[in-house]
Nanobody, 122 residues
Framework: QVQLVESGGGLVQAGGSLRLSCAAS????????MGWFRQAPGKEREFVAA????????VYADSVKGRFTISRDNAKNTVYLQMNSLKPEDTAVYYC???????????????WGPGTQVTVSS
């Protein structure tokens, strides 16, 4: 069992930066791939970024590539999402999730956090 809690969301102006954190409970955190997803009002949840559990391989959605960076600290049971050059279209609730397999599809992910709101003003 893995429990996840996101933090670091907030209101920022376009062009600004935020760093999201996701703290995980459970001693097997390091064996899970971790992902970030987001859901904007009236839209479906979409993949943002993921990082593998072992060698730290990463994958990003095209819409955030070059602006967002996912990283993890297994010693702290925490995964991060550094978001730079934020745009109003990045406004959404951001969720972290844990999966036994590395991938971009939400059904792969077994555990989800409650989400944190990110609002980017123009």
């Amino acid at each position: 069992q893995v429990q996840l809690v996101e933090s670091g969301g907030g209101l920022v102006q376009a062009g600004g930066s935020l760093r999201l954190s996701c703290a995980a409970s459970g001693r097997t955190f390091s064996s899970y791939a971790m992902g970030w997803f987001r859901q904007a009002p009236g839209k479906e949840r979409e993949f943002v970024a993921a990082i593998s559990w072992r060698v730290g391989s990463t994958v990003y959605a095209d819409s955030v590539k070059g602006r967002f960076t996912i990283s993890r600290d297994n010693a702290k049971n925490t995964v991060y999402l550094q978001m730079n050059s934020l745009k109003p279209e990045d406004t959404a609730v951001y969720y972290c999730a844990a999966a036994r397999r590395f991938g971009i599809l939400s059904p792969l992910y077994d555990y989800w956090g409650p989400g944190t709101q990110v609002t980017v003003s123009s």
